[in-house]
């Protein structure tokens, strides 16, 4: 089993999208270890995109993930990282295949639903973001 994050991001919570996202993260056979529904701070969103903080999108990716609810959700399944960028779909949203998340829910190329960890390494950095080992451990089965 492999563990990684996603966040169901404001447009889709705003949007009632979150019950039917987690649903179709079910199907494809990820666990929910842990869940929380939270509006970022600034601070928040901008450490957490820090490695963004040169592109040009920068400032409006802050806004719009401080802009109300997201619910970060740790997820495990095998091959969890690779799957979940499978089953998430291209950050273009005009881009992503059809049935991915992002074709069913996403709005632009910024309002793209859900993030989704691009590593192994990466998603333990995320996972700790959100939740202490504490909770982690408390939710697996
Ligand atoms: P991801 O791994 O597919 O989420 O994509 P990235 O890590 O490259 O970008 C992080 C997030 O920044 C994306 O999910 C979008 O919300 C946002 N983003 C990426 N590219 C653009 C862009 O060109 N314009 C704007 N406004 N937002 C973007």
């Known amino acids: 089993m492999e563990a ?13 999208n ?11 056979g990820f666990k929910v270890t842990a869940v929380k529904k939270l509006t970022l701070s600034q601070a928040q969103a901008r450490a957490f995109y820090e ?14 993930m401080t802009s109300g609810p997201s619910m970060p959700v740790a997820l495990e399944r095998d091959n969890a990282v690779k799957h979940l960028r499978a089953v998430m779909g291209a950050t273009n949203p005009a881009e992503a295949d059809q049935g991915t998340i992002r074709s069913l829910y996403a709005t ?3 309002a793209n639903a859900i993030h989704g960890s691009d590593s192994a390494e990466n998603a333990q950095i995320e996972l700790g973001f959100f939740f202490s080992r504490a909770e982690l451990l408390a939710g697996r089965g």
Do not use: M, Q, W
Request: net charge negative; aromatic share 8%; charged share 25%.
């Open 18 to 28: 979150a019950g039917n996202i987690i649903a179709h993260l079910e199907r494809e």
């Open 4 to 16: 990684t994050l996603t966040i169901i991001k404001p447009d889709s919570v705003a949007a009632g």
């Open 51 to 64: 490695v963004h903080k040169e592109r040009p999108f920068y400032d409006s990716l802050v806004e719009f």
């Open 108 to 110: 632009s190329i910024e």
